[in-house]
């Protein structure tokens, strides 16, 4: 004899009404900011903020632990360096220098990285060439091409965009190919649909795409790039009498002039914050969080 199991009752949420609307809160939907908030949510502000306190730090350090200049000089003795070479002195025309080639080199390495990811898309046998070199050449230091950069192509500029080339090139075109890659099918039959094929469907599908990886690989060869440049010219950086930025640090250090090398220094780290900043970010602020693909 089968016994029926009965089911428990079923539990139900009770009800509350309210029946004086304005003793109903919902919170604030919007809160008046202050001026110091609304000063703070600037991004530059922030920003500037770390970069002064940091100087604040260095100064009060060599100064209240009275540090000898030699091995570590104050920031205003530093900052007083910089503004009198700038001013006075040649930094200008090294800094100058420095920007060309380092402009030349990355450009170089952008189109080339361009054609072989161009290829890598449209070809299985181009994908394996981006992955295989990527995993052969990307972890070889590119300083390291430099003694064969100075057997190739001379004492001067052609052996600093040899370097500078290989320093761009693998890093944009494996965030770029890695980025296609993860592009998702809708998008791409979505492209297909509108009878795109080849470099239009390069153009208007994927690359908006994978626009957060490209630029993520543009930041990191520009970054490569930039030290790599700095480190080729401290070792070898003259060029018909006359060198960069590297070369500038190199020739303070050989004359003891501590003061010039932390201006080199701060050259370096001022045209770093400045190409992030001025370029990279704003292009982010049109692009990438313009199309909510980033906080």
Known sequence: MSTQKTLPEPIIRPEFINENIAL?????????LSVFEKVWNINGVRKAFILLSLVAIWQAYTVLLDVEPLMFPTFLSALDRLVSDLVDGDLLAKVWFSVKVLVIGYATGMAIAAILVLWGTSSR??????SMATAMFNP???????????????????????????AVLW??????????KNVSSTLRM??????LRGVPFVVKILVPAALPAIMTGMKVGWAFAWRTLI??????????GGGGLGWYIFESSQNIETEGVFAGLFMVILIGITVENLIFRNIELKTINRWGMQR
Do not use: C, Q, R
């Open 171 to 180: 890093a944009v075109a494996l965030n770029t190919h890695s980025g296609f």
């Open 140 to 166: 070889l230091p590119s300083i390291a091409m430099l003694p064969l950069a100075m057997l190739w192509f001379g004492l001067g500029t052609g052996s600093l965009v040899f370097v500078l080339v290989h």
């Open 125 to 130: 046998l181009g994908g394996d060439f981006i």
């Open 190 to 195: 979505i492209g297909e649909n509108y009878g």
């Open 24 to 32: 109903a809160h919902t919170g604030d939907v919007a809160v008046k």
């Open 231 to 240: 480190g080729a010219e401290l070792v070898f950086g003259a060029s018909s």
